[in-house]
């Protein structure tokens, strides 16, 4: 497994955590879906690698292997204080996901001394969700914020900035993932194109 694409699969949910809405529970998830999308990680992983082709080649990944990947595959890639997260592909190219993150770490390291930082409050291991729009195309994703919310109580953008990038620094990024920064799509990929439940993946 690519760790390029472990890293874009952590980023998604990072770059997009929706405010909880109404819909159906989601199913359990299973080892099949998450065998699945590591087949096909495998096979965009090969495709990358052979030569250029103006053929445009597809691979469809449901919202529910994404998911069942997370749980299966993906917990030792995820940063120390960050578990159960979750991914939901809605419509119009929007997308969610949620995660319960240790708040502690990121309040310690800070140490917020203005009695107006949130921070200085916020204690402990709590749900994280946000919202917002993924745009993929010409080899490059951007994401556009709209929402965001800790135990269900709405918090501005710059919160969720400086949780995502606390919790996505890494050597190469020693400041995280921001937001609003554009991010290179990896395996020569194209274009990902957003329906509800699925994403489908243009090489």
Do not use: C
Request: overall charge positive.
């Amino acid at each position: 497994m690519s760790a390029k694409w472990l890293h874009l699969l952590v980023g998604l949910w990072l770059l997009a955590v929706l405010t909880p809405s109404v819909r159906a529970v989601d199913p359990p998830a299973s080892r099949r879906d998450a065998d699945l999308l590591k087949q096909k990680i495998a096979l965009i992983a090969e495709r990358s690698s052979a030569a250029p082709s103006d053929q445009r080649l597809q691979t469809t990944v449901t919202e529910q292997e994404v998911n069942a990947y997370l749980v299966y595959e993906a917990q030792d890639y995820l940063p120390a204080g960050v578990v159960s997260p979750g991914l939901t592909i809605l419509d119009a190219g929007r997308v969610s996901g949620r995660a319960t993150v240790d708040l502690d770490q990121i309040r310690e390291e800070r140490k917020p001394t203005s009695l107006l930082d949130p921070m200085r409050y916020l204690t402990g291991r709590l749900p994280v969700t946000a919202t917002g729009v993924l745009r993929a195309s010409n080899g490059v994703a951007t994401f556009q914020f709209e929402s965001a919310a800790i135990s269900g109580v709405p918090v501005p953008k710059l919160l969720l900035q400086q949780i995502v990038g606390f919790y996505s620094r890494s050597p190469a990024r020693p400041s995280g993932f921001s937001l609003d920064d554009p991010v290179a799509l990896p395996a020569r990929i194209r274009e990902i194109q957003l329906q509800r439940g699925q994403a489908i993946v243009i090489q």
